[in-house]
Structure formats: structure tokens, C-alpha cells
């Protein structure tokens, strides 16, 4: 009681005079001493152009706060915009108590898929691109948060796809070759990878050995094409999915290959195979063969709200 006394006296004395972090300082004393409308008030006068980490720190007090009179949706509305700036935030606070701890994972779990996808949009653009340095720190950043996800059992059927793409394209990325691919010549065995997806959503692969598709008629729909990318999508499960048989020779040409391999494949409504892509090359006979057997796999379709759709499944290809 005499710290909060002595944090109101020195507020209504001299508050011109208090900077950001003496009212920081003061809001926590009233939030320890229980004056959690007071303590609202204090961190209500701290000047917008506050120090980021007071900034960060004031904005935690606030849920705090807010959370203690029992104006959980507020509470949660301060919660969700720190992780959204911040999505692996971890509370520093001595004042964050288990049940704060519990209200912020809970947001945490409910945003965290939304903003991997977000990173790993971002991440998708600049590969297309060929701007590997741009696409690293999303991607690191998405599989950091892929590994926080599960760690906080957030259930997402989409998400142990996504692992699988961030992961691989972080390899290509850090390989030396690959560092290398925007300034190396295009072979004639390599697909030319697609433009960068409009508004976020994924570019149908065009096959390396075919001319590109002609445009629909008009009138005609075209599918929609979804991806990991997409939420409230369950990805096509593998029915028959088996690589080819590769002679001796070839196994030694895959067992020599220093980098790995990446595949798109657009898979129907039906389950076939009805695209296919090499987006990194490991050796032309053996992407050859790869691709004919690609058009013989079968899937159980990706799901939407209980309907199939179209979807295209991007395969790490390991020698």
C-alpha cells in the first residue's frame, strides 16, 4: 500500500516531468499492489513515441490489467497484437502468473498457423524470384515457429507440410550451389520455375518438357489450386507414391549429387497426378524418370469443408 501511495503521490505532482519508464515503473507497483484501474491510467499517459521494449513491456502490464478485472476479451485483443508483432513473445514479467501464461498461449496457438503461412508466403515470393537472401529469414523464422506450434499442440493438418517445405527449401537455400542458381545459366533439363503467385496464392507449375498451357476458354472456370499455404486445408494423403527404379549407374549419379531435389505436382480433385514439375534439378535422366513416375502416383484428395480440391504438393527430393 505505501508503494502505491507513494507511486500516485509521485504521479499527480509532477507527471509533466515523468518519463516512459518511471511510469512503467509505477504502473507495475500499482498492478502488484492490486490498484488495476490506476495502473491503466499510469501507462494511458506514456508518450506514443516510447521505446520499443518499454513500448512492449507496457502493452504486457496493460493485458495484465485487464485480464485481473476480468475484461478478458480486451485482454486478449492486447495479447493477440503483441504476438502478431512478435509471435514467439515469451512474458518476461514476475507478474505474469500461470493463468496469464495459459490466456497468451491461447492466442498464440489460435494465430500461430495464420502467421506461418504469412512467412512462408513471403519466403515462396522471393524463391520464385531467385532472391534466396530474402526468403532466408522467413523461412527461419516460420520454422522456428512450426517447432513452437507443436510444442504448444496447435492442431493443424497442414502444418506437417509446411515443415517439410520450409525445411527443404532452407537447405536449398544454404547450399553453395543453390546460393549460386540466380547467377548460373539455365540448362535444358531444368524447369523453369514459375512467377512469383499473385495475392499470396500458389502459380500452377508449367511441365519442363511441355509448351506452356493454352489459356481457358472463355467462360470456362478454372480451379482453384490451394496449397500449404492455404488454411482449412487438409493436404492429399499418399495412396501410391513409389520413386523408380534406377539402374546402378544411376544410383551412383544420385548417391554423387551434392544437392537436393524439389518436385511440384498439381494433384486433382480425384486424386491423379495431373501436373508435374521439376522446380530443382538433380540430374536430368533421373528427373526424367522421376516425372514419369510422378504421373502414375495416387493420392486421397486435399479436403475443404468436406469437398475435394485441387492442390499442389511440393516434394523434397533427397539422393
Not at 501511495?5 to 499492489?33: E, H, K, T
Amino acid at each position: 500500500m505505501r508503494t502505491t501511495i507513494i507511486a500516485a503521490m509521485l504521479l499527480f505532482a509532477a507527471p509533466a516531468g515523468l518519463g516512459s519508464q518511471d511510469l512503467l515503473n509505477a504502473a507495475r507497483d500499482q498492478y502488484a499492489s492490486a490498484a488495476y484501474e490506476d495502473a491503466l491510467s499510469t501507462l494511458s499517459r506514456m508518450d506514443a513515441s516510447v521505446a520499443p521494449d518499454v513500448a512492449r513491456q507496457a502493452e504486457e502490464y496493460r493485458a495484465f490489467c485487464l485480464y485481473a478485472l476480468g475484461r478478458t476479451g480486451e485482454a486478449e485483443s492486447v495479447a493477440e497484437s503483441l504476438i502478431r508483432r512478435e509471435p514467439l513473445l515469451q512474458l518476461e514479467a514476475a507478474d505474469a502468473s500461470p493463468r496469464l501464461e495459459s490466456m497468451f498461449t491461447d492466442v498464440r496457438r489460435r494465430l500461430l498457423p495464420s502467421l506461418i503461412r504469412e512467412r512462408y508466403r513471403v519466403a515462396r515470393a522471393a524463391v520464385d524470384r531467385k532472391s534466396f537472401d530474402a526468403a532466408e529469414a522467413p523461412l527461419t523464422e516460420a520454422h522456428r515457429m512450426i517447432a513452437e506450434a507443436d510444442r504448444i499442440g496447435v492442431k493443424d493438418d497442414g502444418l506437417s507440410d509446411l515443415n517439410v517445405l520450409v525445411d527443404g527449401f532452407l537447405q536449398l537455400i544454404r547450399s553453395n550451389a543453390d546460393q549460386k542458381l540466380a547467377a548460373q545459366p539455365v540448362v535444358a533439363a531444368a524447369a523453369v520455375p514459375p512467377s512469383a503467385p499473385a495475392a499470396g496464392r500458389p502459380a500452377i507449375p508449367q511441365r519442363a518438357d511441355a509448351p506452356p498451357a493454352a489459356a481457358p476458354a472463355a467462360g470456362a472456370i478454372v480451379p482453384r489450386v490451394y496449397s500449404a499455404a492455404d488454411e482449412g486445408v487438409a493436404p492429399p494423403v499418399a495412396i501410391e507414391q513409389r520413386m523408380p527404379a534406377m539402374t546402378t549407374e544411376m544410383q551412383q549419379v544420385a548417391r554423387a549429387v551434392k544437392t537436393r531435389g524439389m518436385m511440384d505436382l498439381v494433384i486433382d480433385e480425384s486424386g491423379r497426378v495431373v501436373d508435374v514439375n521439376i522446380r530443382q534439378s538433380l540430374n536430368a535422366t533421373i528427373d526424367a524418370l522421376i516425372v514419369r513416375s510422378a504421373r502414375t502416383w495416387r493420392y486421397r484428395p486435399a479436403m475443404k469443408d468436406g469437398t475435394p480440391v485441387r492442390y499442389l504438393k511440393t516434394l523434397l527430393l533427397v539422393p
